[in-house]
């Protein structure tokens, strides 16, 4: 027995022996002295530990590689990027751009909801490098046109109704004061709508100025137009009686003076019309309805 421990002493010390055989020599010693059934108990109990003793910590497995990473299909990247534009909440979209994308058609500004039809005619020379009604000099070259009644600076779009062709104009003008037309176009307004071998087409007019609204402001009635002062202020002279207030306008257009006699200072447009048709009716003109902008200087061209 001396001679089996001095062994067991020896191998524990080189660490031959595993512990499943240090434990196997003991128990055969103890197993002569102790019952069989709690030899039985030591045996199972003993193989338990060994059978923990060989795990190794969960922290310490070895684990399988990460995959490679691949590549994400050009598609699917750009609908990446666009996705983190998108609020999250749905109940306030993102605002659409306006601005077009180069190589893409714009999307047209939304029409204020003013539209009106009837003739347009265009013009140029001697017009062109003229003071025109908003004090600017006229370039028939530019996209701008002449309106009676419209504010300066309001967009609009003309389409020629005869074939559909459309422009964009910023109306810097008064005019025209003619008879069944509605709006007098540049000469590069008119190019883009062939509008300038018939002279008079059929358009249509729609305001695309955000928040401008066409029918406020005050207006006023133009009656008659003279070469003559004296005429103008026995006109003006007449209506003075039944009608207030009455003033002279003075036109420097390219044939020389006008006197313009004009009727009223009315807050409105439609008030203005049905006032204009009053005075078609008992006085028998030819009224053009036109707004009394602030600041129009003197002579304006049209």
């Known amino acids: 027995m001396k001679q089996s421990f001095e062994r067991l002493s020896l191998a524990e010390d080189s660490n ?3 512990f499943f055989s240090r434990f196997k020599f003991l128990s055969s ?3 002569r002295r102790l019952p069989r059934f709690f030899f039985a ?3 199972v109990l003993g193989m338990i530990s060994s059978g923990c003793g060989a795990r190794r910590p969960i ?3 070895r684990q399988p590689p990460p995959a490679e990473p691949s590549n994400t299909p050009p598609g699917t990247a750009e609908s990446a990027k666009r996705s983190t534009d998108v ?3 749905p109940a306030n979209p993102p605002a659409i751009s306006s601005t077009p994308n180069r190589g893409k058609p714009g999307v047209a500004p939304v029409p204020s909801g003013y539209t009106e039809e009837g003739n347009a005619s265009w013009y140029g020379e001697p017009f062109h490098g003229r003071r025109a009604s908003n004090g600017e000099i006229y370039d028939m070259y530019k996209l701008t046109a002449a309106h009676r009644t419209l504010p ?3 967009m609009v779009r003309v389409t020629n109704l005869s074939n559909g062709k459309s422009t964009t104009v910023r109306i810097t003008d008064r005019g025209p004061f003619i008879e069944n037309r509605i709006i007098d176009l540049s000469l590069a307004a008119a190019r883009e709508i062939d509008s300038v071998g018939p002279g008079v087409v059929p358009v249509r007019v729609e305001v695309l100025s955000p928040g401008v609204d066409p029918t406020t402001g005050f207006f006023t009635v ?3 137009a003279f070469r003559d002062h004296g005429n103008a202020e026995r006109l003006r002279d ?3 009686a039944s009608y207030s207030p009455i003033f002279i306008q003075q036109y420097d257009s390219p044939d020389g003076l006008l006197y313009r006699v004009r009727v009223g200072k009315i807050a409105g447009e439609d008030a203005a019309r049905q006032f204009s048709e009053q005075l078609r009716t008992r006085e028998g003109f030819t009224p053009f309805v036109t707004r009394l902008d602030q600041e129009t200087p003197a002579g304006g061209i049209r």
């Open 16 to 18: 031959e022996l595993t």
């Open 59 to 61: 922290a310490n497995r």
């Open 238 to 240: 007449r209506l003075n």
């Open 87 to 89: 609020p999250e909440n």
């Open 41 to 43: 108990t030591l045996v």
């Open 152 to 154: 300066f600076e309001t």
């Open 222 to 224: 133009q009656v008659g």
């Open 29 to 31: 010693r103890i197993s």
